[in-house]
Every structure is written in structure tokens, then in C-alpha cells.
């Protein structure tokens, strides 16, 4: 998943009127405001009660749906491989909101303080906080990217990370 998809993506959907938040890989980026890997796919935290018309518009662009984990996950793809992994959201009225999780007495909460601003190719773009990013890589065994991921969040903002 490119740059450039990245951002074609987000303008079809912004097009759309879906709201939708960058995460992962091309989340910290966004937020450090350059690539500084290459990424499998793109992360998308979305309004769940706008799922119809993000699919809507990304059939239109030939993605598949290609695994569903609902409520917790899905992802799209299209032929040439690009995939999108999109993560639903119920939103509160504070502005804050939740993830169902593998564990339903569990859901992965997200503070209406993590929904910031990063810069993709120079384009502004909705993605998650670096404390939310930070939250998000814990709790598992880490991938080389993903400690990557971490160490560009430490030399940019200081900020504390478990790896």
C-alpha cells in the first residue's frame, strides 16, 4: 500500500462522507508526517453506522471484502493486493468511542483525545494519537516492523513505548 493509495483512498471516502481514522504502520507515520517503511496495508478505524457506504465506494474500486471478523474486524482487498483492515467504532456523545474485541467484556477503548491530525504526501489526514498508537502495540509479541514502529514514535516524540 502506497502513499499515493493512501491518499486516493481517504479522498474517495472523505468523498463519501465516511469518517475514517488512520492507525498501524501508515497511522505513525501520518503523525511523524514521512514514510519511514514500507506498509503491507492500511489500518482504518471507521464509524460503524457508516460501514454501508465505505463499502459502497470501495466496491465501486474493485476491493473485496476478503476476511470479516465482525464485530472486531475486517478487511478489504483488491486484485492487485492492496488491502485495507478496517476496525468499526460506536462513537458516545463525548466523542469518545469503542472496538468490540475477542473479548466481549473487554472492547478497546478509544479516548476522543487520540482522534488527531497527521500529514500523509503532504495532505492532512484524521489518524490515531501516539498514546493511542502506543496503547494499540501492547499485549502481543512484536514484529520487527512493529518495533520499528515504536522506535520512530520514541525519537519523535519522547513519548514511552513496552519495546
Same mark, same amino acid.
Do not use: K
Given at each position: 500500500?502506497?502513499?499515493? /493509495?493512501?491518499?486516493?483512498?481517504?479522498?474517495?471516502? #472523505?468523498?463519501?462522507?465516511?469518517?475514517?481514522?488512520?492507525?498501524?504502520?501508515?497511522?505513525?507515520?501520518?503523525?511523524?508526517?514521512?514514510?519511514?517503511?514500507?506498509? =503491507?496495508?492500511? /489500518?482504518?478505524?471507521? =464509524?460503524?453506522?457508516?460501514?454501508?457506504?465505505? *463499502?459502497?465506494?470501495?466496491?465501486? %474500486?474493485?476491493?473485496?471484502?476478503?476476511?470479516?471478523? #465482525?464485530?472486531?474486524?475486517?478487511?478489504?482487498?483488491?486484485?492487485?493486493?492492496?488491502? !485495507? /483492515?478496517?476496525? $468499526? *467504532?460506536?462513537?458516545?456523545?463525548?466523542?469518545?468511542?469503542?472496538?468490540?474485541?475477542? %473479548?466481549?467484556?473487554?472492547?478497546?477503548?478509544? $479516548?476522543?483525545?487520540?482522534?488527531?491530525?497527521?500529514? !500523509?504526501?503532504?495532505?492532512?489526514? $484524521?489518524?490515531?494519537?501516539?498514546?493511542?498508537?502506543?496503547?494499540?502495540?501492547?499485549?502481543?509479541?512484536?514484529?520487527?516492523?512493529?518495533?520499528?514502529?515504536?522506535?520512530?514514535?520514541?525519537?519523535?516524540?519522547?513519548?514511552?513505548?513496552?519495546?
Amino acid at each position: 500500500m502506497t502513499a499515493d /493509495d493512501v491518499v486516493r483512498v481517504l479522498a474517495l471516502l #472523505r468523498r463519501a462522507q465516511a469518517d475514517v481514522w488512520v492507525g498501524g504502520g501508515w497511522g505513525i507515520d501520518a503523525l511523524i508526517g514521512e514514510q519511514t517503511r514500507d506498509h =503491507r496495508d492500511l /489500518d482504518l478505524m471507521h =464509524r460503524h453506522d457508516q460501514e454501508a457506504a465505505v *463499502l459502497t465506494v470501495l466496491s465501486a %474500486e474493485g476491493f473485496v471484502e476478503s476476511l470479516s471478523w #465482525r464485530p472486531v474486524r475486517f478487511v478489504v482487498q483488491a486484485s492487485d493486493g492492496r488491502e !485495507i /483492515d478496517f476496525h $468499526p *467504532l460506536v462513537f458516545s456523545a463525548d466523542g469518545s468511542a469503542v472496538q468490540a474485541s475477542p %473479548e466481549p467484556q473487554r472492547p478497546f477503548v478509544y $479516548p476522543s483525545s487520540c482522534f488527531v491530525t497527521g500529514t !500523509i504526501q503532504g495532505t492532512s489526514v $484524521p489518524c490515531l494519537s501516539a498514546e493511542q498508537q502506543v496503547y494499540f502495540h501492547q499485549g502481543y509479541d512484536p514484529t520487527a516492523r512493529d518495533r520499528h514502529d515504536m522506535a520512530e514514535l520514541r525519537r519523535v516524540f519522547g513519548i514511552a513505548t513496552h519495546f
